[in-house]
T-cell receptor, first 110, second 112 residues
Framework: KAGVTQTPRYLIKTRGQQVTLSCSPISGHRSVSWYQQTPGQGLQFLFEYFSETQRNKGNFPGRFSGRQFSNSRSEMNVSTLELGDSALYLC?????????FGPGTRLTVL | GENVEQHPSTLSVQEGDSAVIKCTYSDSASNYFPWYKQELGKRPQLIIDIRSNVGEKKDQRIAVTLNKTAKHFSLHITETQPEDSAVYFCAVQKAAGNKLTFGGGTRVLVKP
């Protein structure tokens, strides 16, 4: 099976803009989780979607949102970007509890 | 919320020696404990996991042990090789959905 894919791989935005990241899970996986990775905070959970419903949510402000489509593909959106949002955004797909990560989208906010 | 402490933060070993990384967690409801390896510029890769009904699991040169009473689990790598050099993350998860809480990571350097 093909692995988890994420697009785009790199993004440069300026403060105040918004951004949408996309994740395509492994075929047959219905759960998609999103994580933010930074040198200072490490890997932090953003949210999880399962069968188009948000099942879990982390401690991030409302500027971070997501959704999942009927084909299990997921998007996350960050509005009103701040410098501190610069990070590697990883999605992970799972069928049960094992989570498999995509390559990530590296977002730089200037 | 759940808290995961991982030690040490860096570990330097000689090729062929063993490496041990330890994690403690706070929520006794956690029941799934994966370990990920992340090489520079690459995605985290699941290398081994253990569930709460098992005390130990081994896969070739890597093994994980779990002590649910003490709320800690460890990763053991034997006969280390230069390609084992990477950052290793422990994580925990509860039964309600796929939400991993990660430790801070251990940077492992295997010296030839």
């Amino acid at each position: 099976k093909a692995g988890v894919t994420q697009t785009p791989r790199y993004l440069i935005k300026t403060r105040g803009q918004q951004v949408t990241l996309s994740c395509s899970p492994i075929s047959g996986h219905r759960s998609v989780s999103w994580y933010q990775q930074t040198p200072g905070q490490g890997l932090q959970f953003l949210f999880e979607y399962f069968s188009e419903t948000q099942r879990n949510k982390g401690n991030f402000p409302g500027r971070f949102s997501g959704r999942q489509f009927s084909n299990s593909r997921s998007e996350m959106n960050v509005s009103t970007l701040e410098l501190g949002d610069s990070a590697l955004y990883l999605c992970a797909s799972s069928e049960y509890d094992e989570q498999f990560f995509g390559p990530g989208t590296r977002l730089t906010v200037l | 919320g759940e808290n995961v402490e991982q030690h040490p933060s860096t570990l330097s070993v000689q090729e062929g020696d063993s490496a041990v990384i330890k994690c403690t967690y706070s929520d006794s409801a956690s029941n799934y404990f994966p370990w990920y390896k992340q090489e520079l510029g690459k995605r985290p890769q699941l290398i081994i996991d253990i569930r709460s009904n098992v005390g130990e699991k081994k896969d070739q040169r890597i093994a994980v042990t779990l002590n649910k009473t003490a709320k800690h689990f460890s990763l053991h790598i034997t006969e280390t090789q230069p390609e084992d050099s990477a950052v290793y993350f422990c994580a925990v998860q509860k039964a309600a959905g796929n939400k991993l809480t990660f430790g801070g990571g251990t940077r492992v350097l295997v010296k030839p």
